[in-house]
């Protein structure tokens, strides 16, 4: 018996694929990225401050070295800079996807994290401003191409929820099946494509990047995150119905996820509300004070990691764009070093409250009352060097002291800074997690001297969609309103072995699908029946109703209802 796989999504699949149509159709694209902003970025006049006046964003391409054999670095700001891109090139596959975690003694885990293929993505187009990478472009279209399923024919398809869109926690870097039954996750989905908007950002004349990230962005439901308009709760996690489980209340580093769903133009009016009501209304958030500190948190009872923070602050434009929140950054980052000197006898560039691996085992999220075994956190202080340049200085005394330093597994053996115990430095963290390093990279990206603030003021200004794209529907359905039904291409096309075929019917009917040769023979009948409204999505394998191979070439595919007939050609290649 012939299977083919019958699946009832919602809108954002269809969405998906009005922007995957044009990608397909895609055949040359203008690489243009010389951009030729001069020192500080493109509209630096009107948002850079004083402090940034000398720093090196988007310098041109006439500089470009490859990561592997980039010159020898000026400072040690450079040094630690250019050794931290490497990290994320060493946990990076051949598919473009990013590990987990880095074993420094064995090289990364086979165990994707979704939220460390976001901050991958950021950091190559760190790496392609400063000119330590020369081919960050098609890296990030091999990264989107396979988070949206374009590797499915060569046995990659990253696991996400059917029904919303969010992809599982953890991933298998090899096939992307489920990891560790990890659950689907909106922050690290919300990292993910934070990163894909940046890239879109920074590259805004490479219309592959731009329709890819789009695409990926579409594919979500950012609405079904929305626990609770009123108090602005989100939802962590989702069953596989797509129905939210687990909350949170802001604020915390979830406030990314607000911001994707506040922008959604699919919004029913729940994303903008819960936004006002919490993100957007910053003097409503709840707080906690230590010593003279006023602190931002999710539970006046306690307080939370530093990296919570630090978060939105790289990834989210409004965080970055309003004086109140940079003032409760500026707090956390006081509030980290008064923590340090009120509890323990460490010299003053020891601090930083941070989460990631625990040196003997383990992982915690190390928060202000929280931090059992003492450890200092450098990519914590790292995060805030935008805010205090001083805190690269005590990066410098870190490695002068040879404290939390330690050798990645490569020939080279290049040398980051990473946790270590105060109280016991000589036990070694085993590994290193992509997510939470990734401040490390930022922080030093964004000292004056190389990026500055400007290079994440311009780049999280994210150009989110606005509406649907009507240049790709059927030519007789020129209207913004959707009439009966409406057919859209198929995705990928070309395909093999298998394709999407996305529609829309506008009010219950039945409806009919088949698939034709290029000489009107009946080849497959995909689905005949009654449906309800909405949008809808067919899978084809590219097979006949005999359960055969169909040969390469051309084929026709019909919709047709009481009251409207459309079809389209998709293209299947063997």
């Known amino acids: 018996m012939v299977k083919f796989k019958i699946t009832l999504t919602v809108v954002f699949l269809t969405i998906t694929a009005l922007y995957l149509d044009l990608y397909s159709q895609l055949t040359v694209y203008s690489s243009t990225k010389n951009r030729q902003y001069g020192a500080a970025g493109p509209g630096a006049e009107n948002k850079i401050s004083p402090t940034d006046a000398g720093n090196r964003y988007s310098q041109t391409n006439t500089s470009r070295i490859s990561a592997t054999t980039h010159a020898l670095p000026k400072t040690l700001l450079e040094k630690l800079l250019i050794n931290s891109i490497d990290f994320y090139r060493i946990i990076r596959n051949t598919r473009g996807v990013y590990s987990d975690k880095l074993e420094f003694n064995n ?198 990691s530093s990296f919570v923070i630090q978060f939105p602050y790289y990834l989210c434009h409004y965080f970055r764009k309003n004086s109140d929140y940079l003032f409760y950054l500026e707090s956390a980052m006081s509030a980290d070093k008064r923590w340090w000197r009120d509890n323990t006898d460490a010299p003053d560039y020891i601090w930083g409250l941070g989460a990631g691996e625990v040196p003997g085992g383990g992982y915690h999220a190390d928060r202000i009352n929280d931090n059992p075994n003492l450890i200092c956190s450098p990519h914590i202080i790292a995060g805030f060097i935008p805010v205090d340049t001083l805190c690269y200085n005590n990066l410098a005394q870190l490695w002068d002291n040879s404290s939390g330093v330690y050798e990645l597994p490569t020939t080279l053996a290049p040398k980051i800074l990473w946790r270590f115990r105060y109280n016991n430095p000589s036990q070694q963290a085993v590994f290193v997690q992509g997510v939470d390093y990734s401040t490390m990279v930022f922080g030093l990206a964004g000292h004056p001297s190389l990026l500055g603030t400007a290079f994440f003021d311009d780049n999280t200004n994210f150009e989110f969609p606005k509406k649907y794209i009507n240049s790709v529907e059927p030519e007789n359905d020129k209207s913004k309103t959707p009439g009966p039904a409406v057919l859209y291409q198929n995705y990928p096309n070309p395909f093999n072995p298998e394709t999407t075929i996305p529609f829309y019917i506008h009010k219950t009917m039945y409806a009919e699908i088949y698939i034709y040769n290029i000489k009107g023979q009946l080849i497959k009948t995909l689905q005949n029946g009654e449906f309800s409204p909405g949008f809808r999505t067919f899978s084809w394998d590219g097979r006949d109703n005999n359960g055969n191979p169909c040969a390469g070439g051309v084929y026709i595919y019909k919709l047709a209802t009481d009251n409207f007939i459309s079809c389209k050609k998709l293209l299947l290649l063997r």
């Open 107 to 304: 090289g990364a885990i086979s165990v994707c994290s979704i939220a460390s293929i976001g901050m991958g993505l950021v950091s190559l187009c760190i790496a392609d401003s400063l000119g330590y990478s020369q081919d960050a472009e098609n890296n990030i279209i091999e990264t989107l191409e396979a988070m949206l399923g374009y590797e499915k024919r060569n046995g990659f398809n990253p696991a996400r929820n059917m029904n919303n869109g969010f992809f599982c926690h953890f991933i298998d870097m090899n096939d992307g099946h489920r990891i560790w039954d990890s659950e689907y996750s909106s922050i690290d989905t919300g990292i993910l494509v934070s990163g894909a908007l940046f890239c879109k950002t920074y590259f805004p004349d490479n219309n592959k990047i731009r329709i890819l990230a789009d695409s990926l962005y579409l594919s979500i439901d950012w609405i079904s995150a929305i626990a609770d308009p009123v108090t602005g709760d989100l939802y962590m996690t989702f069953n596989e119905s797509g129905t939210g489980e687990a909350k949170t209340k802001p604020f915390n580093e979830y406030m990314i996820v607000a911001w994707l769903a506040k922008n959604d133009f699919r919004d029913d009016g729940r994303a903008i509300t819960s936004w006002n009501n919490s993100y957007g209304n910053i003097s409503g958030l709840p707080t906690k004070k230590y010593d003279q500190y006023t602190l931002l948190t999710d539970n006046p009872g306690s307080f939370v």
